[in-house]
């Protein structure tokens, strides 16, 4: 088992290069199922998810070829001759399920590990498959598995092109249907459609392959079903949520901080948020940031995650961390997740002052962390929990690390390059 150890109170300066976006990556790869032929993908990022992703396709019979170096990915799914995605990855990641859409709408049928719960909460599908549904699939749930099928009708395999209603902006269940609408018969319109730039991205790569996507960031998102999808080249977007992670790094224990490929315009409730509390951010231009230090004496405030353009819930942990160290009252709601707040007794065994009251954090911020030996919950909690140990006085021992390497690439090497005090041990 490794562990990251932290000895907090260094200054952090310099430059970070953001990397690719995890959650754009993932649908990516998942989405190149549609062609007819080989794609390749650009500024992957090198994390444990996207592994097991390729892991997913590969186990289907795509051929995929990876240069780590370059951080190219090939995908060729002319070979795909099986539609099951197994309870052993799916249960290493659930975003696996994002394999169902394109396998139903090139193949009609798909087998896919009902995923379960994790550590931030129920994680429920029912929008996925009720959209599937509305598109002509029947499914039934049986021994841990739901299997799907494009009825039979005269359209052959197709499914069927239609009026999506969706009673939450759910982002998996929006690039899941909108992936299966790609190339099915006639038109679909999801309705209340979650508009994260994540599925924008999803619909200029499907765009690029020959899908005709209107409306992606806004609502309604409008999908003309095509006959074939060819491969193309693409490039994977910047991962906003890493890089508010370095942004509030920088606002907690930095001076003279460039990040580069932040993206800010992706983020921009984050960022007033920033602002707000007395962050002392620049706008170098519209990919890059800078933070120097505070002119002031940060401000509590308070926040409430909600699904984009809201304050993103990626982001919660990270700067319930922040608000831990700033004098006075701090309330942040979680609303997207039921079960977001489990790293808050991990942060209180640092000397934190944080309440659970239902789905709100009552923070009463500290003058100091100490470090201590803590758990990482999951990804985004594991991140907070290691900027809590650059802050604290002393000592950090983080245990289950595993979690950080799913979704950050290099984040032990990007910290140390901007002068933390961190290394990996066994
Ligand atoms: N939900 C349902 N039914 C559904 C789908 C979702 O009730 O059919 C509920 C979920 O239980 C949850 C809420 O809706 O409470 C939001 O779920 P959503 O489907 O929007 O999230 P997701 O697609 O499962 C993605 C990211 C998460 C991120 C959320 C919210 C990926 C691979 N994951 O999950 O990222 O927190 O959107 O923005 O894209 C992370 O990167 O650490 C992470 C957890």
Redesign the pocket.
């Known amino acids: 088992m490794e562990k990251f150890v932290i000895n907090g109170g260094k200054i952090l300066s310099g430059k970070v290069k953001i990397s690719g976006a995890?959650?754009s990556a993932?649908?990516l790869i998942a989405a190149s199922i549609l062609a007819d032929s080989k794609t390749t993908l650009k500024n992957v990022p090198k994390i444990e998810?996207v592994n097991i992703m390729i892991e997913v396709l590969r186990t289907l019979g795509a051929r995929v070829n990876v240069d780590t170096e370059n951080k190219s990915v090939e995908i060729n799914p002319e070979s795909i001759d099986s539609y099951e995605a197994p309870y052993e990855l799916v249960r290493k990641m659930?975003?696996s399920i994002?394999v169902a859409g394109p396998l139903l709408s090139k193949f009609g049928k798909v087998k896919v590990a009902v995923p379960g719960g994790c550590n931030?909460?129920?994680?429920?599908?029912?929008?996925?498959?009720k959209g599937f549904e509305d598109m002509g699939v029947e499914y039934s749930i049986e021994h841990g598995y739901i299997n799907c099928q494009v009825e039979s009708n005269k359209t052959g395999v197709r499914l069927s092109g239609t009026m999506v209603n969706m009673d939450?902006?759910?982002?998996?269940?929006t690039?899941n249907i909108m992936m299966a609408a790609c190339l099915a018969r006639g038109q679909t319109v999801i309705n209340n459609a979650?508009r994260?730039p994540?599925i924008i991205d999803l619909a200029c790569f499907l765009n690029s392959m020959g899908a005709d996507i209107q409306g992606s960031g806004t609502d309604c998102i409008v999908i003309n079903g095509v006959k074939s999808l060819k491969g193309t080249e693409y490039e994977v977007m910047p991962d906003s949520?890493e890089a508010g992670t370095f942004i509030v790094a920088a606002g907690l224990c930095g001076n003279k901080v460039e990040v580069e490929n932040a993206k800010w315009k992706n983020l921009q409730v984050f960022y007033s948020k920033l602002k707000e509390i007395g962050v002392n951010i620049s706008i170098i231009d519209e990919n890059n940031i800078r933070v120097d230090e505070p002119q002031s004496t940060y401000n509590p405030t308070n926040i409430s995650t909600l699904?984009?353009p809201g304050f993103?819930?990626?982001l919660q942990p990270i700067i319930t961390v922040l608000l831990s160290t700033i004098p006075g009252v701090s309330i942040v709601t979680e609303n997207?997740?039921?079960n977001r707040f489990m790293y808050v007794d991990e942060l209180n065994r640092m000397g934190a002052n944080i309440k659970i009251d239902g789905h709100h954090a009552v923070i009463k911020g500290v003058e100091k962390l100490s470090g201590a030996p803590v758990r990482s919950f999951?990804?985004?909690a594991g991140a907070a929990i290691v900027l809590a140990g650059l802050v604290a006085e002393g000592s950090t021992e983080v245990s289950d690390i595993y979690h950080i390497k799913r979704?950050y690439e290099d984040f032990e090497e990007k910290l140390k390059s901007l002068g933390a005090d961190i290394k990996k041990v066994s």
């Open positions: 995890k959650n993932l649908k998810d659930r975003a994002l931030i909460g129920s994680r429920q599908i029912d929008l996925h498959l939450f902006p759910s982002r998996g269940a690039e979650a994260e994540e949520i699904p984009y993103p819930t990626d997207v997740f039921e999951d990804l985004r979704g």
